[in-house]
C-alpha cells in the first residue's frame, strides 16, 4: 500500500500500524543502533510506481525504515513524500548490481553507488529482522 504522508495523518498512521507494525521505541531504536537507513538514489521502478517519481531528469531518493512486522519505504517527489508499506512476509530482496525490493507486484532498485555502500549494515539489519519474523510465524513444523 501507498500513502501520501507528506503531511501527518491520524488515519494513516493507524493504517501503517495495522499493516507493518508500531515503530520501535526510542531505547530499542538506540539498542539495534538506529531503524532508518541513508538515503538512497532510485535506479529504477515498477511501471505503477513511476508516478511517484519525479518526471524530470533529476535524481530520486528513498529511504527505509524498520518497523517491528515489516518495512516502510520513504519515495520523495519534490515537495511530496510518498510512504510504501511493506510487510516482512511480503518483502522479497535481491542484491543485483545494488540491491532491489519487491512485493505487491512492485519493485524499486537502488543504484549500487557511495550512498548504497553506506547502507551496507543496514540492509543487513533489515535482513536480520525478516528473518527473526519469519522464523517466529514459521508454521512449515515437520
Same mark, same amino acid.
Request: net charge positive; charged share 25%; aromatic share 14%.
Given at each position: 500500500?501507498?500513502?501520501?504522508?507528506?503531511? &501527518?495523518?491520524?488515519?494513516? %498512521?493507524?493504517?501503517?500500524?495495522? #499493516?507493518?507494525?508500531?515503530? /520501535?521505541?526510542? /531505547? @530499542?531504536?538506540? %539498542?539495534?543502533?538506529?531503524?532508518?537507513?541513508? $538515503?538512497?538514489?532510485? &535506479?529504477?521502478?515498477?511501471?505503477?510506481?513511476?508516478?511517484?517519481?519525479?518526471?524530470?531528469?533529476?535524481?530520486?531518493?528513498?529511504?527505509? @525504515?524498520?518497523?517491528?512486522?515489516?518495512?516502510? #519505504?520513504?519515495?520523495? &517527489?519534490?515537495? =511530496?513524500? +510518498?510512504?510504501?508499506?511493506?510487510?516482512? !512476509?511480503?518483502?522479497? #530482496? !535481491?542484491?543485483?548490481?545494488?540491491?532491489?525490493?519487491?512485493?505487491?507486484?512492485? +519493485?524499486?532498485?537502488?543504484?549500487?553507488?557511495?550512498? /548504497? %555502500? =553506506?547502507?551496507? $549494515? +543496514? +540492509?543487513?539489519?533489515?535482513?536480520?529482522? &525478516?528473518?527473526? !519474523?519469519?522464523?517466529?510465524?514459521? /508454521?512449515?513444523? #515437520?
Amino acid at each position: 500500500m501507498i500513502l501520501n504522508s507528506t503531511y &501527518k495523518n491520524k488515519k494513516n %498512521k493507524q493504517i501503517l500500524d495495522d #499493516i507493518v507494525g508500531r515503530a /520501535f521505541s526510542f /531505547f @530499542e531504536s538506540i %539498542k539495534m543502533k538506529g531503524v532508518g537507513s541513508k $538515503r538512497m538514489i532510485i &535506479k529504477d521502478v515498477s511501471p505503477n510506481l513511476k508516478s511517484y517519481l519525479n518526471t524530470v531528469s533529476t535524481i530520486n531518493y528513498a529511504n527505509i @525504515e524498520l518497523r517491528t512486522k515489516g518495512i516502510l #519505504i520513504y519515495i520523495n &517527489k519534490g515537495l =511530496e513524500t +510518498f510512504t510504501w508499506a511493506i510487510p516482512y !512476509y511480503q518483502l522479497v #530482496i !535481491y542484491k543485483i548490481n545494488g540491491s532491489s525490493i519487491h512485493a505487491q507486484g512492485r +519493485f524499486i532498485h537502488f543504484s549500487n553507488n557511495r550512498t /548504497f %555502500k =553506506e547502507n551496507k $549494515r +543496514f +540492509f543487513a539489519k533489515m535482513l536480520d529482522e &525478516k528473518l527473526k !519474523y519469519d522464523l517466529a510465524y514459521n /508454521f512449515n513444523h #515437520i
